[in-house]
């Protein structure tokens, strides 16, 4: 059985002409934020990006792994290693230390190299599911109902970012491990990426005194 992932929100979603990663920017221990600057969704290659929940230091061991192992592939083949393969070696990685475990869940997407965009959900043994859109961590299931209630298979790539930020948006307000920005990264399927922070702060509305 997966431990279970109590830190932070992390969402993927698959669009007709891409995909989009996006994380919530707080570092909580317990009840103390220890960041509101904790960078989550990164860059693997230029077709193939992730996004994770959990411990900090967890996700900074599984990004290295994954970029030294993704940077070694691509010089010895002479070619980026495909999204499929990056998330079966995090299956492999994640499924290797189950005994004491990263704490950590993950969304990998981007550009397969059948031209289709793509996401895959990884829990913390490594289990791997495709998923059109999928959301882990401590606020994925609030993130979820409004996935679920929203979400279109004819989405463009701005719709799906814009669906992104709003499912972290309402994870943030009922999440206390989740909040203080969204990171968000968007990949093409002409292989563009890009990346953009949103600082955000939710503010509980009081009315008038």
Do not use: C, H, W
Not at 40 to 67: E, P
């Amino acid at each position: 059985m997966a431990y279970q992932v109590e830190q932070g929100t992390a969402v993927g979603l698959r669009a007709k002409d891409g995909v989009v990663l996006a994380t919530d920017k707080r570092m909580a221990y317990g009840s103390f934020v220890m960041s509101r600057n904790a960078k989550k969704v990164f860059l693997l290659n230029n077709r193939v990006g992730i996004a994770m929940s959990g411990l900090y230091a967890d996700v900074g061991a599984i990004v290295r792994f994954l970029s030294a192992e993704s940077k070694y592939y691509e010089l010895t083949s002479e070619r980026p290693m495909s999204l499929y393969s990056i998330a079966k070696l995090l299956s492999s990685i994640l499924y290797s230390y189950k005994v004491l475990p990263f704490l950590i869940e993950a969304v990998v997407g981007g550009i397969d190299r059948d031209g289709q965009p793509k996401v895959f959900t990884l829990d913390s043994l490594g289990s791997v599911s495709e998923d059109k859109y999928m959301a882990v961590g401590s606020g994925a299931t609030t993130a979820l109902g409004l996935l679920e209630s929203q979400y279109r298979d004819d989405m463009s790539l701005g719709e799906a970012e814009e669906l992104a930020v709003s499912a972290l948006r309402v994870s943030m307000e009922r999440d206390a491990s989740t909040g203080d920005g969204i990171d968000v990264l968007t990949i093409s399927v002409a292989g563009e990426a890009k990346e953009r922070s949103l600082r955000l702060r939710v503010v509980e509305d009081r009315g008038s005194p």
